[in-house]
Protein backbone atom coordinates (compact mmCIF):
# COMPACT_ATOMS: atom_id res chain seq x y z
CA UNK A 1 0.00 0.00 0.00
CA UNK A 2 1.57 3.44 -0.67
CA UNK A 3 0.97 6.29 0.58
CA UNK A 4 0.33 9.87 -1.10
CA UNK A 5 2.51 13.04 -0.60
CA UNK A 6 0.26 14.61 1.60
CA UNK A 7 -0.47 11.61 3.83
CA UNK A 8 3.01 11.61 4.31
CA UNK A 9 3.75 15.17 5.25
CA UNK A 10 0.45 14.43 7.55
CA UNK A 11 2.25 11.64 8.79
CA UNK A 12 5.68 13.34 9.71
CA UNK A 13 3.88 16.57 11.22
CA UNK A 14 1.92 14.76 13.96
CA UNK A 15 4.89 12.61 14.70
CA UNK A 16 6.77 15.69 14.92
CA UNK A 17 3.85 17.10 16.95
CA UNK A 18 4.52 14.32 19.17
CA UNK A 19 7.95 14.69 19.76
CA UNK A 20 7.40 18.18 20.58
CA UNK A 21 4.81 17.00 23.31
CA UNK A 22 6.81 15.36 24.89
CA UNK A 23 9.44 17.86 25.14
CA UNK A 24 7.75 20.48 26.12
CA UNK A 25 5.24 21.32 29.40
CA UNK A 26 3.30 24.22 31.12
CA UNK A 27 4.38 26.12 33.84
CA UNK A 28 2.85 28.32 36.24
CA UNK A 29 4.17 31.64 37.25
CA UNK A 30 3.26 35.11 39.06
CA UNK A 31 4.73 38.57 38.51
CA UNK A 32 3.99 41.87 39.66
CA UNK A 33 4.42 45.21 37.70
CA UNK A 34 3.11 48.61 37.34
CA UNK A 35 0.81 47.46 34.57
CA UNK A 36 -0.32 44.33 33.59
CA UNK A 37 2.15 44.32 30.64
CA UNK A 38 5.12 44.95 33.35
CA UNK A 39 3.56 42.11 35.31
CA UNK A 40 3.45 39.71 32.65
CA UNK A 41 6.99 39.89 31.76
CA UNK A 42 8.32 39.64 35.05
CA UNK A 43 5.82 36.58 35.50
CA UNK A 44 8.33 35.80 32.64
CA UNK A 45 11.42 36.09 34.36
CA UNK A 46 10.21 34.33 36.95
CA UNK A 47 9.04 31.48 35.62
CA UNK A 48 12.38 31.17 33.73
CA UNK A 49 14.05 31.37 36.84
CA UNK A 50 12.36 28.75 38.48
CA UNK A 51 12.73 26.04 35.64
CA UNK A 52 16.52 26.88 35.23
CA UNK A 53 15.94 27.72 31.70
CA UNK A 54 18.71 29.91 29.89
CA UNK A 55 18.07 33.02 31.22
CA UNK A 56 19.57 34.70 27.94
CA UNK A 57 16.50 33.42 26.30
CA UNK A 58 13.90 35.54 27.86
CA UNK A 59 11.00 36.80 25.31
CA UNK A 60 8.95 39.86 26.06
CA UNK A 61 5.32 40.28 26.06
CA UNK A 62 4.38 43.75 24.75
CA UNK A 63 0.73 44.71 23.12
CA UNK A 64 -0.35 41.14 24.40
CA UNK A 65 1.90 39.46 21.91
CA UNK A 66 5.58 37.59 22.56
CA UNK A 67 8.74 38.61 21.04
CA UNK A 68 9.72 36.38 18.12
CA UNK A 69 8.79 35.92 14.73
CA UNK A 70 6.77 32.27 14.45
CA UNK A 71 5.12 29.68 17.06
CA UNK A 72 4.56 26.25 17.29
CA UNK A 73 7.51 23.07 17.20
CA UNK A 74 9.43 24.52 14.69
CA UNK A 75 10.24 27.96 15.86
CA UNK A 76 13.07 29.16 17.82
CA UNK A 77 11.56 30.55 20.70
CA UNK A 78 11.38 28.35 23.95
CA UNK A 79 8.16 29.56 25.24
CA UNK A 80 4.82 28.45 22.37
CA UNK A 81 2.25 29.73 24.39
CA UNK A 82 1.52 31.89 27.34
CA UNK A 83 -2.06 32.51 29.21
CA UNK A 84 -2.73 34.90 31.50
CA UNK A 85 -5.16 33.15 34.27
CA UNK A 86 -5.96 35.99 36.88
CA UNK A 87 -4.73 39.60 36.77
CA UNK A 88 -5.41 42.04 39.91
CA UNK A 89 -4.68 45.56 40.31
CA UNK A 90 -4.55 47.45 43.56
CA UNK A 91 -2.90 51.53 43.37
CA UNK A 92 0.13 51.38 41.22
CA UNK A 93 0.71 47.12 40.71
CA UNK A 94 -0.20 44.83 39.36
CA UNK A 95 -0.05 41.33 40.05
CA UNK A 96 -0.72 38.42 37.14
CA UNK A 97 -0.21 34.58 37.34
CA UNK A 98 0.23 32.81 34.08
CA UNK A 99 0.69 29.66 32.73
CA UNK A 100 3.37 28.93 29.71
CA UNK A 101 3.88 26.67 27.95
CA UNK A 102 7.79 25.77 27.59
CA UNK A 103 10.00 23.48 24.98
CA UNK A 104 12.02 22.13 28.09
CA UNK A 105 14.80 21.07 25.57
CA UNK A 106 15.56 23.97 24.01
CA UNK A 107 15.46 26.24 27.36
CA UNK A 108 17.95 24.09 29.12
CA UNK A 109 20.86 25.91 29.42
CA UNK A 110 23.92 24.11 27.22
CA UNK A 111 26.63 23.49 29.52
CA UNK A 112 28.44 21.32 32.39
CA UNK A 113 28.18 23.90 35.03
CA UNK A 114 23.80 24.30 34.72
CA UNK A 115 23.74 20.18 35.82
CA UNK A 116 24.15 21.47 39.43
CA UNK A 117 23.15 23.82 41.55
CA UNK A 118 25.44 26.31 42.71
CA UNK A 119 26.15 27.12 46.65
CA UNK A 120 25.33 30.82 47.76
CA UNK A 121 24.93 32.24 50.48
CA UNK A 122 23.51 36.31 50.39
CA UNK A 123 25.37 38.04 52.89
CA UNK A 124 22.80 41.35 54.36
CA UNK A 125 23.01 44.36 52.63
CA UNK A 126 24.89 47.37 54.69
CA UNK A 127 24.93 50.83 54.34
CA UNK A 128 28.61 51.95 52.49
CA UNK A 129 29.12 54.47 55.73
CA UNK A 130 27.69 56.53 57.76
CA UNK A 131 26.31 59.11 55.31
CA UNK A 132 24.40 56.76 53.29
CA UNK A 133 22.84 55.70 56.40
CA UNK A 134 21.81 59.43 57.21
CA UNK A 135 20.27 59.46 53.60
CA UNK A 136 18.11 56.90 54.57
CA UNK A 137 16.08 58.60 57.01
CA UNK A 138 13.02 56.97 58.02
CA UNK A 139 13.15 53.92 56.00
CA UNK A 140 16.59 53.39 57.68
CA UNK A 141 15.45 49.22 57.76
CA UNK A 142 15.20 49.64 54.07
CA UNK A 143 18.62 47.00 54.03
CA UNK A 144 16.49 44.34 55.71
CA UNK A 145 13.49 44.89 52.44
CA UNK A 146 16.78 44.46 50.09
CA UNK A 147 17.90 41.21 52.01
CA UNK A 148 14.22 39.80 51.68
CA UNK A 149 13.52 40.86 48.03
CA UNK A 150 16.72 39.69 46.62
CA UNK A 151 16.42 36.81 48.58
CA UNK A 152 13.30 36.18 47.63
CA UNK A 153 14.37 36.54 43.70
CA UNK A 154 17.79 34.00 44.36
CA UNK A 155 15.42 30.55 46.13
CA UNK A 156 13.20 31.07 42.87
CA UNK A 157 15.94 30.13 40.94
CA UNK A 158 16.33 26.04 40.29
CA UNK A 159 20.38 27.53 39.29
CA UNK A 160 21.25 27.89 43.54
CA UNK A 161 20.99 26.42 46.07
CA UNK A 162 20.55 29.46 48.58
CA UNK A 163 20.79 29.47 51.78
CA UNK A 164 19.56 31.98 53.87
CA UNK A 165 20.76 35.55 54.70
CA UNK A 166 23.36 35.73 56.85
CA UNK A 167 23.69 39.07 59.02
CA UNK A 168 27.09 39.36 59.39
CA UNK A 169 29.51 42.46 58.92
CA UNK A 170 32.56 41.61 56.61
CA UNK A 171 35.45 44.15 57.39
CA UNK A 172 36.90 46.03 54.65
CA UNK A 173 39.57 48.50 55.47
CA UNK A 174 40.34 49.72 52.14
CA UNK A 175 36.49 50.59 50.88
CA UNK A 176 33.54 48.77 49.42
CA UNK A 177 34.60 49.08 46.08
CA UNK A 178 38.05 47.23 46.67
CA UNK A 179 38.88 43.64 47.48
CA UNK A 180 41.20 43.58 50.17
CA UNK A 181 43.10 40.29 52.02
CA UNK A 182 41.39 40.95 55.35
CA UNK A 183 37.51 40.84 53.27
CA UNK A 184 39.02 37.96 51.35
CA UNK A 185 39.66 36.08 54.32
CA UNK A 186 36.68 36.38 56.08
CA UNK A 187 34.82 35.71 52.88
CA UNK A 188 36.55 32.61 52.96
CA UNK A 189 36.25 31.58 56.52
CA UNK A 190 32.51 32.46 56.01
CA UNK A 191 32.18 30.07 53.05
CA UNK A 192 34.40 26.96 54.33
CA UNK A 193 31.77 27.71 57.72
CA UNK A 194 28.66 27.67 55.79
CA UNK A 195 29.14 25.06 53.24
CA UNK A 196 28.92 27.67 50.35
CA UNK A 197 31.21 28.16 47.10
CA UNK A 198 29.77 31.65 46.10
CA UNK A 199 29.38 34.21 48.55
CA UNK A 200 26.69 37.45 47.89
CA UNK A 201 27.26 40.64 49.16
CA UNK A 202 25.68 44.07 49.23
CA UNK A 203 26.12 47.34 49.55
CA UNK A 204 23.81 50.83 49.92
CA UNK A 205 25.35 53.81 48.70
CA UNK A 206 22.50 56.03 49.12
CA UNK A 207 18.91 56.25 49.73
CA UNK A 208 18.48 60.24 49.68
CA UNK A 209 16.30 62.49 49.37
CA UNK A 210 16.10 65.54 46.66
CA UNK A 211 13.84 68.19 46.15
CA UNK A 212 12.96 69.61 42.84
CA UNK A 213 14.45 72.82 42.89
CA UNK A 214 14.61 76.04 46.07
CA UNK A 215 12.06 77.39 44.35
CA UNK A 216 8.90 77.24 47.18
CA UNK A 217 5.96 77.07 44.92
CA UNK A 218 7.95 74.32 42.63
CA UNK A 219 8.16 72.39 45.70
CA UNK A 220 4.86 72.74 46.23
CA UNK A 221 3.77 71.78 42.65
CA UNK A 222 6.06 68.91 42.16
CA UNK A 223 6.89 65.84 44.03
CA UNK A 224 10.09 65.49 45.72
CA UNK A 225 12.38 62.43 44.67
CA UNK A 226 14.33 59.56 46.05
CA UNK A 227 17.68 57.71 45.05
CA UNK A 228 18.40 54.19 45.11
CA UNK A 229 21.23 53.08 44.66
CA UNK A 230 23.64 50.00 45.59
CA UNK A 231 26.22 47.38 44.72
CA UNK A 232 26.12 43.88 44.46
CA UNK A 233 29.31 41.44 44.28
CA UNK A 234 30.16 37.95 44.38
CA UNK A 235 32.73 36.38 46.06
CA UNK A 236 34.28 32.77 44.71
CA UNK A 237 35.46 30.84 47.92
CA UNK A 238 37.41 28.22 45.46
CA UNK A 239 39.36 30.70 42.96
CA UNK A 240 39.17 33.12 46.30
CA UNK A 241 38.11 36.37 43.97
CA UNK A 242 35.59 38.67 43.70
CA UNK A 243 34.14 37.23 40.28
CA UNK A 244 31.25 40.11 39.69
CA UNK A 245 30.12 43.57 40.97
CA UNK A 246 27.55 45.95 39.28
CA UNK A 247 25.96 48.77 40.78
CA UNK A 248 22.16 49.03 40.30
CA UNK A 249 21.18 52.57 40.73
CA UNK A 250 17.66 54.85 39.76
CA UNK A 251 15.60 57.71 41.10
CA UNK A 252 11.69 58.13 41.16
CA UNK A 253 9.25 60.55 42.94
CA UNK A 254 9.04 59.43 46.69
CA UNK A 255 4.54 60.23 47.52
CA UNK A 256 5.62 60.26 51.26
CA UNK A 257 5.38 63.19 53.80
CA UNK A 258 8.70 63.86 55.88
CA UNK A 259 7.16 63.26 59.33
CA UNK A 260 5.00 60.01 58.30
CA UNK A 261 5.88 56.65 59.18
CA UNK A 262 6.21 54.53 56.20
CA UNK A 263 5.49 50.51 56.56
CA UNK A 264 7.95 49.53 54.38
CA UNK A 265 6.05 45.98 53.32
CA UNK A 266 2.17 48.02 53.06
CA UNK A 267 0.69 48.14 49.45
CA UNK A 268 1.09 51.85 49.63
CA UNK A 269 4.92 51.34 49.68
CA UNK A 270 5.49 48.48 47.73
CA UNK A 271 2.74 49.83 45.21
CA UNK A 272 4.54 53.21 44.51
CA UNK A 273 6.90 53.97 42.16
CA UNK A 274 9.86 53.84 44.55
CA UNK A 275 8.53 50.25 45.90
CA UNK A 276 8.01 49.18 42.24
CA UNK A 277 11.75 50.10 41.61
CA UNK A 278 13.14 48.73 44.25
CA UNK A 279 11.48 45.36 43.43
CA UNK A 280 12.84 45.74 39.60
CA UNK A 281 16.25 46.46 40.58
CA UNK A 282 16.57 43.48 42.96
CA UNK A 283 14.95 41.29 39.97
CA UNK A 284 18.12 42.42 37.87
CA UNK A 285 20.47 41.62 40.16
CA UNK A 286 19.21 38.69 40.31
CA UNK A 287 18.72 37.79 36.90
CA UNK A 288 22.57 38.95 36.38
CA UNK A 289 24.05 36.44 39.01
CA UNK A 290 21.98 33.55 37.33
CA UNK A 291 23.59 34.99 34.15
CA UNK A 292 26.80 35.31 35.60
CA UNK A 293 26.97 31.46 37.76
CA UNK A 294 24.27 29.56 35.84
CA UNK A 295 27.53 27.97 33.54
CA UNK A 296 30.38 28.97 35.95
CA UNK A 297 32.53 25.96 37.11
CA UNK A 298 31.00 23.64 39.85
CA UNK A 299 33.82 22.79 42.74
CA UNK A 300 33.27 21.50 45.86
CA UNK A 301 35.89 21.16 49.42
CA UNK A 302 37.03 17.75 50.73
CA UNK A 303 35.72 17.67 54.43
CA UNK A 304 37.14 13.88 55.24
CA UNK A 305 38.77 11.28 53.70
CA UNK A 306 38.11 7.34 54.08
CA UNK A 307 40.95 5.50 52.53
CA UNK A 308 40.87 5.83 48.82
CA UNK A 309 37.14 7.51 49.13
CA UNK A 310 36.62 10.88 49.29
CA UNK A 311 33.90 13.04 51.34
CA UNK A 312 33.14 16.46 49.25
CA UNK A 313 30.47 19.57 50.87
CA UNK A 314 28.19 18.87 48.61
CA UNK A 315 25.41 16.58 48.38
CA UNK A 316 21.54 15.90 46.54
CA UNK A 317 20.17 19.05 46.83
CA UNK A 318 22.72 20.69 45.13
CA UNK A 319 21.60 18.13 42.33
CA UNK A 320 25.03 15.41 42.32
CA UNK A 321 23.87 12.26 41.34
CA UNK A 322 25.85 8.87 41.23
CA UNK A 323 29.01 8.28 38.33
CA UNK A 324 29.47 12.31 38.13
CA UNK A 325 33.11 12.55 37.82
CA UNK A 326 35.63 15.07 39.42
CA UNK A 327 39.05 16.15 38.60
CA UNK A 328 41.14 17.20 41.77
CA UNK A 329 43.07 20.07 42.71
CA UNK A 330 45.51 19.96 45.77
CA UNK A 331 45.72 23.04 48.03
CA UNK A 332 49.02 24.03 49.92
CA UNK A 333 49.61 27.79 52.09
CA UNK A 334 52.58 29.36 50.40
CA UNK A 335 54.60 32.46 51.86
CA UNK A 336 56.23 34.76 49.45
CA UNK A 337 59.02 36.82 49.74
CA UNK A 338 57.55 39.11 51.85
CA UNK A 339 55.99 37.16 54.62
CA UNK A 340 52.87 36.81 53.17
CA UNK A 341 50.82 33.94 53.09
CA UNK A 342 48.93 33.02 50.56
CA UNK A 343 46.77 29.69 49.30
CA UNK A 344 47.32 27.34 45.78
CA UNK A 345 45.60 24.76 44.12
CA UNK A 346 47.55 22.54 41.78
CA UNK A 347 46.22 20.02 39.51
CA UNK A 348 46.58 16.34 40.30
CA UNK A 349 46.35 13.50 38.62
CA UNK A 350 43.26 11.04 38.43
CA UNK A 351 39.86 11.41 38.31
CA UNK A 352 37.10 10.57 40.98
CA UNK A 353 33.45 9.03 40.36
CA UNK A 354 30.36 9.73 42.78
CA UNK A 355 29.23 6.91 44.53
CA UNK A 356 27.19 7.89 47.20
CA UNK A 357 25.01 10.81 47.42
CA UNK A 358 23.67 12.51 50.68
CA UNK A 359 21.81 15.65 50.96
CA UNK A 360 24.34 17.75 51.78
CA UNK A 361 27.61 15.75 51.08
CA UNK A 362 28.96 13.27 48.82
CA UNK A 363 31.31 10.15 48.61
CA UNK A 364 33.80 9.94 45.49
CA UNK A 365 35.92 7.04 44.42
CA UNK A 366 39.20 6.96 42.34
CA UNK A 367 38.04 5.88 38.85
CA UNK A 368 41.68 4.26 39.06
CA UNK A 369 42.95 3.13 41.65
CA UNK A 370 46.30 2.89 40.24
CA UNK A 371 46.33 6.03 38.86
CA UNK A 372 45.01 8.22 41.69
CA UNK A 373 46.66 10.84 44.10
CA UNK A 374 46.98 9.19 47.27
CA UNK A 375 47.55 12.32 49.69
CA UNK A 376 44.06 13.44 49.26
CA UNK A 377 44.05 15.99 52.38
CA UNK A 378 40.86 17.90 53.79
CA UNK A 379 40.04 21.67 51.87
CA UNK A 380 41.42 20.14 48.75
CA UNK A 381 39.13 21.11 45.88
CA UNK A 382 37.11 18.65 43.40
CA UNK A 383 35.84 20.51 39.69
CA UNK A 384 33.04 19.02 37.73
CA UNK A 385 34.46 17.79 34.73
Not at 205 to 215: A, E, F, I, Q, T
Not at 319 to 325: E, F, S
Not at 375 to 385: K, R, S
Amino acid sequence: MKFSKIAKVSITLFLASLSFQSNASWQVATGIGPNREDAVNDAIHNLLMQTGSDIRLEQTYKSGVLSGNSYGPGSGNIIKKIVILESQSTLNRTTVKIKAFIDDKKAKVKCTGSTVNKSILPLSFKYADSQSFQGALGIEDLNKELDKMLYEQLTNSATFNTRPVLRLNVINDNGKNVPNKTKLDNLKAISTQYGSQYIVTGTINSLSKSKVGNNVITNMLFIPTRTIDFDVEVFDAINQQIIFHKNYSGETDWPFDSDEFIDLRSDRFRGSDYGQRLYDLTSSAAKDLVRELQCAPVSARVIDTKGDDIIINMGRDNGITKDMKFSLAQSSNMISSVGTEYEIHEDAKGLYKVTAVYPHSAKLKPVDLQNNTLNVDVDDIVTLE
